[in-house]
């Protein structure tokens, strides 16, 4: 039996594709291995958002090639559709795919020989179709992932994604309803929702939207949580939160990318919101999700960001006090409006200012979760962390874990949440 060996590198949506992509192969009768053991074909589903993540893609590349000389390797992702020779050039790539046609790897690389080169990318700017990719089973037995579009039209100046992925493509929702109804009758509890833009849900059918789609999933048996993945700031308007308000297995935990705290740096990334309308979401939600949590994404470093810029950012953290962020440095990528701006901030700048806000929100993290010390909360346990110790999260998204004598992955326990400690709640089943 042939063997085959994944590599995922990125977000949510490439994990997906990749599961999806997986299945077909076991579906064909390939035994799915993983990447570190030797395989008769590696398949690596690239990001480029930065490039720290074109250089992770070219590691694995080497990785896989080192593993089996004679293995036959596929590449697919962003960063193959964004440089396709470039990924093709690299010894031991034999079929470049970029972020269309992903599953046409199953039927084109067991056709190739070893030294062969193919290069399918095609021009991902013209599509305006939603590939069907379906995932049955996840790795993850508890919660799985549900990607509902794909490609992005808001056009960043700081963002490759929009030329890697193309225009909005939504997924027909009654896919969608039939992809959450296998699921929970698989036995999953959480599903969370992603994409590209998942914001954009339903803007080129025009026949629903994501509040529709919500209210749709809202009514699946079995499932008992959904959750959005991160969604940008303006789409969560006071409309919008009050069509979704009454969704009761909607989790309270929206991850709102805000980027930058300072109206003119967002005017130069070409957001499309201020400051002063971001907390105005969070406000609103905040009014009608009590105990939420609000998470983010922040970028420092971005072109032309002055050091006043920057102490408004931090400013505007503090006034916000997210439960959790993602905090990362601007990278230049090639093609990309920020790229060419004047006023590039040094390394070691991006690396103070990224350490700043790294500090910042770990302490706005810490006071979110002592707010809840004391409280009694649903844990969907996950996995063990240790010897008699599991994992688990509540709606809001805190990490819990709590003692048990029996594996209670995949189980919902009422839990009393003890103390927080770098990052984690400890905490006591009482049910």
């Known amino acids: 039996m042939n ?68 293995a036959l390797i596929a590449v697919m992702g962003c ?68 990607k509902i579009q794909d490609g992005c039209s808001q056009f960043c100046s700081y963002c490759i994604i929009p030329y890697a992925r193309g225009p909005v493509r939504s997924r027909r929702e009654e896919d969608i309803i039939k992809e959450v109804k296998a699921l929970a009758e698989a036995g999953y509890k959480e599903v969370i929702l992603t994409g590209i833009h998942a914001a954009a849900y339903g803007t080129d059918l025009g026949s629903t939207s994501l509040a529709a789609l919500l209210k749709s999933i809202d009514k699946v048996d079995g499932i008992v949580r959904v959750r959005l993945s991160s969604i940008e700031p303006m789409t969560l308007n006071a409309e ?19 980027q930058s705290g300072c109206d003119e740096t967002l005017r130069r990334m070409n957001r499309h919101y201020t400051t002063a309308q971001f907390k105005a979401v969070v406000d609103g939600l905040r009014r009608h999700f009590p105990d939420c949590a609000v ?59 990224s350490k700043t806000v790294i500090e ?7 006071a979110f979760m002592n707010r809840h010390v004391g409280r009694t909360m649903d844990v969907l346990f996950e996995t063990a962390a240790a010897d008699g110790t599991y994992e688990g999260k509540t709606a809001n998204y805190i990490t819990v874990h709590a003692l048990s004598e029996r594996d209670i992955s995949g189980e919902f326990h009422k839990v009393c949440l003890k103390n927080a400690e770098n990052g984690i709640m400890f905490g006591k089943i009482v049910d």
Do not use: W
């Open 240 to 258: 919008f939160v009050y069509n979704i308000k009454d969704c009761k297995k909607l989790c309270p935990h929206f991850h709102i990318s805000l």
């Open 3 to 70: 063997t085959v060996a994944f590599c995922t590198l990125g977000c949510k949506v490439n994990q997906y594709e990749t599961e999806a992509v997986s299945e077909l192969f076991a579906d064909n009768g390939y035994r799915v291995v993983p990447f570190s053991d030797k395989a008769d074909y590696y398949i690596i589903n690239t990001c480029s958002v930065t490039s720290m993540s074109d250089r992770k893609s070219r590691q694995m590349i080497r990785r896989a090639k080192k593993t089996n000389p004679d």
């Open 79 to 146: 960063y193959s559709q964004t440089a396709p020779d470039e990924v093709l050039n690299i010894d031991g790539v034999n079929l470049v795919l970029g972020t269309k046609d992903k599953k046409s790897v199953a039927r084109i690389l067991p056709t190739l020989h070893k030294g062969d080169k193919l290069n399918a990318v095609t021009d991902v700017m013209d599509n305006h179709e939603f590939e069907d990719l379906t995932v049955r089973r996840c790795m993850d037995h508890t919660r799985a992932y549900i």
């Open 295 to 353: 998470t983010t994404d922040i970028m420092t470093g971005f072109a032309g960001e002055t050091d006043e810029e920057f102490n408004r950012t931090v400013e505007f953290i503090e006034e916000i006090q997210f439960a959790d962020a993602h905090v990362f440095q601007y990278s230049q990528r090639r093609g990309t409006p920020a790229a060419k701006r004047p006023g590039q901030c040094p390394p070691e700048v991006k690396e103070a200012r």
């Open 360 to 366: 910042l929100t770990g302490k706005s993290k810490a």
